[in-house]
């Protein structure tokens, strides 16, 4: 891998660490808890909890793609950086600007 695209890569990451980061104040506001003396419905109260759960998935996994992308950038400077883990093959460039977390190329992440 060139150092050009490493530098591409380096800024795909810091953008979507940037956005993970705006997104996580929206989901952990959306994921409070629903008060159970506000004077909703049944049913309204009913999703809003629904709403909640779903918010608090979505605030687990951007939590954990930012690290994933965290430990990317951290190893993106190594010789293993975009080295199939499974096959030692080059991961495609294409596949790390998507996925910059990737650790496997396509064929093994499949199996």
Request: glycine share 2%; with cysteine; aromatic share 2%.
């Amino acid at each position: 891998m060139t150092k050009s695209e490493r530098e591409e890569i380096r800024k795909a990451i810091n953008a979507q660490m940037a956005e993970i980061k705006e997104n996580l104040a929206a989901h952990k506001e959306s994921s409070k808890p629903v008060e159970p003396d506000n004077a909703i419905g049944r049913l309204t109260r009913m999703e809003a909890i629904n709403a909640r759960h779903i918010s608090e998935a979505s605030l687990d996994n951007a939590s954990a793609r930012l690290g994933r992308l965290e430990n990317a950038l951290k190893r993106l400077d190594t010789d293993d950086y975009g080295i199939c883990s499974m096959c030692e093959e080059d991961i495609p460039f294409k596949r790390l600007m998507l996925v910059p977390e990737s650790t496997r190329c396509v064929s093994c992440a499949d199996s």
